[in-house]
């Protein structure tokens, strides 16, 4: 096997999707340590300390600065390379959250046993379902009292739609809790506070009958697994890899994720089963993995800490071939040569110059805005990635100048900052409001400040009835003509030109699509 080919096989890139508190912080620091970057765990957690800071532009600052770093973490496991890409939840939550989703081969799903299927996990779940991404799922804080593991599993399927392969199997809960049952490997691993570190002889049982199995767990306990057992595994899936890899089935871990308990039976499972670099559409053709000529794209814009400078990095999904550094490369959608010499590699343990980067793994692109979410770079070949989209936008507010003269500025500002793809701007038909749109509350404090800072324009965002918004499409031109006539009030064009519906209610957006079929009402908008 080539080099190439050995590299891009042992990469698994993946993401995490919870409910903020679910445990994706813990449970990262976690696999970071197996993958031996002790220190980057640390420089995790203090990026949770910034979290609950709201609009306290230092914090934001901070928070800002440690996720350029943490934004992509890569890690060596089993002879294989993880890059594990940040999903911001709590207060930097943004559409960037949903579409570093579309930068993955499969993702890891975490949730709160006491909690079980949370909203935002409905959500970005939502997000993995346009690509039928591979999930497996953690379910986590097993050393606190939760819902009967067969509840969970239960509501996963039926809230998600997707099955449930229980792999592990607890033994216990909270106060009870004794281990976890391997259900392929048929082991029990015993739980032992503070001694999960690492694999431990002493805590693994070889099959339930195994000698000392029942003094460790008692036999009542014993008795009633086996039981339990026979019920879960009678009543649920078996693991099937075809269904997993069609996103049709998830496997299910139970664990402990600030105990390390059950983290790294998942973690094993996950490089051995996670898809390596799957190929990826474009406009005119797949594009393989394998291929020998270098292709990515960018899913996500970070500006730099330092506003001064409008230095921004890009951040570029390899899906073929091999970076090398200072190689030139076409960015297909200006149609000109650029040269990457200190594109940025994201090591767990440090952030450094890349010399050769392979598919699945993502490098750090500096520009001063040249570079747009969507970009595709190739070695000279025309083509254009899909499926790295806009999403609707879920919060809006309206910009309210201070200054009546400073309206090009202003326009011209957060026409900029949404192009780096955290919030979108909109200008209705029919008034000269002009409306942000966004996922994540904190990110209107982060546009008012930086038009303040970068574009010197004092603004502030008030509440707007829009509830909702849509891309509208028809193929019929004079429908399309009719609809825009009548609907006139509720619609706006977006930063690039495209027609937009934004409902003031829920209710409105169902009435409008019931009253023209003809018309789709898109909630994700491809970038041209
Ligand atoms: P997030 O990134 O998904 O938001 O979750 P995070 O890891 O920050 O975890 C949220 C809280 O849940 C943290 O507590 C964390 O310690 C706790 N937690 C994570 N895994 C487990 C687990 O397996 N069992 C239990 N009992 N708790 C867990 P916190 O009080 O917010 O922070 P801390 O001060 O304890 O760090």
Redesign the pocket.
Known sequence: MSSHLQETHRRRTFAIV?H????????TEKLLLFGGAIQMAGSVKSR?AARHATSDWMALEKERGISVTSSVMQFPYEGKIVNLLDTP??ADFSEDTYRVLTAVDSALM?IDCAKGVEERTIKLMEVCRLRDTPIMTFI?????EGREPIELLDEVESVLGIACAPLTWPIGMGKRLKGVYHMLLDEVHLFEQGKNFTRQDSTIFKGLDAPGLEEALGSQVLADLKDELELVQGASHAFDIEQYLAGQLTPVFFG????NFGVQLLLDFFVAHAPSPQPRSTLGRDIEPNEEKLTGFVFKIQANMDPAHRDRVAFMRICSGTYTAGMKMLQTRTGKDVRIANALTFMASDREIVEKAYPGDVIGLHNHGTIGIGDTFTEGEAISFTGIPNFAPELFRRARLRDPLKMKALQKGLAQLSEEGATQFFRPLMSNDLILGAVGVLQFDVVAYRLKDEYNVDASFEAVSVNTARWVHCDDPRKMEEFKEKNAMNLAYDAAGELVYIAPTRVNLQLAQERWPQVRFAATREHA
């Open positions: 919870s903020p508190d679910a445990g994706k912080t813990t449970l949770k939840g709590h975490v986590n804080k097993l050393d606190r402990s994720a600030v105990n």
